[in-house]
């Protein structure tokens, strides 16, 4: 496993070559996501999207997920902070891309990681963003789906199934749920901060998502454009539910666009 320390933190680190004449590929990972979580039934998503692109990219987990360094007491003194989601855009992705050499690079985000993408979007310069399910508010129905998956993880088997991605699977649970449920999170929203967006953007979102309706990628505005696509027949994880369709979408976006 490649690592990279930021503020003396070790995070999992994947790198995928490719052309060193194109803008690399950061991905960034959903609420309950890491490295491994990237799978689709064809294999690890990041580098297919690498291959069809001639692209090189980079993929990592967050502090808490996948490999990367646990945070102690996740429950207690160190409970994240409503404003998670931008630290993480704005203090640890900005000390990544220092630490691999990377200058405006194709942001790619899955729900908690498209929030993160947008958000240093608009403080940084991105050669483009790439979204899929994206939260730019918080909705009822989200949280509704989010205490589901409360019950879920203390009454059924989705702790083990969770196990075989998380190295520290209730530190990565918890730290996400905990937030998401907490009073002042419910005040999360990035529509202002969206705005100073200037890079193309593409936002994907299934119909059939339980964790946001289609105003995310609806009300979402920029400084520059923005394309949007409705996935049918697709929940919440448009890589895994479409792979080939969002496969497909990003391949073209990049080639016609940056």
């Known amino acids: 496993m490649k690592t990279c320390v930021v503020n003396g933190v070790a995070l999992e680190v ?41 692209r090189a990219g980079w993929v990592y987990s967050r502090r808490g997920y996948g490999q990367s360094d646990s945070i102690p007491d996740v429950r207690g003194v160190n409970r994240l902070a409503a404003d998670y989601m931008h630290q993480e855009a704005w203090a640890v992705l900005p000390a990544l891309l220092e630490q691999w050499g990377v200058h405006k690079p194709v942001l790619l985000g899955h729900s908690d990681g498209g929030s993160i993408a947008l958000l ?98 609806d009300d979402l505005r920029t400084a520059g454009t923005v394309q949007r696509e409705e996935l049918k027949d697709c929940g919440h994880s448009p890589y895994r539910e479409q792979a080939e369709m969002s496969l497909e979408l990003v391949k073209v976006f990049l080639k016609d666009g940056p």
């Open 14 to 54: 994947q790198h995928i070559p490719g052309s060193a004449d194109l803008a690399p590929i950061v991905f960034l990972h959903e609420g309950l996501g890491s490295v491994a979580m990237w799978q689709t039934r064809a294999g690890h998503w990041p580098k297919q999207v690498c291959q069809a692109t001639g």
């Open 120 to 217: 240093y979007a608009a403080k940084f310069e991105v050669t483009a963003c790439i979204v899929m399910a994206p939260h730019l508010m918080v909705e009822d129905k989200s949280v509704k789906a989010i205490q589901a998956a409360r019950v879920a993880y203390e009454e059924t088997n989705l702790r083990e199934r969770l196990m075989r991605f998380h190295k520290e699977v209730d530190c990565a649970f918890w730290q996400w749920n905990d937030v998401w449920l907490s009073e002042p999170f419910s005040h999360f929203d990035i529509h202002a901060d969206c705005l100073h967006i200037t890079a193309p953007v593409l936002a994907m979102q299934g119909v059939d998502d339980a964790y946001g309706s289609m105003r995310h990628i």
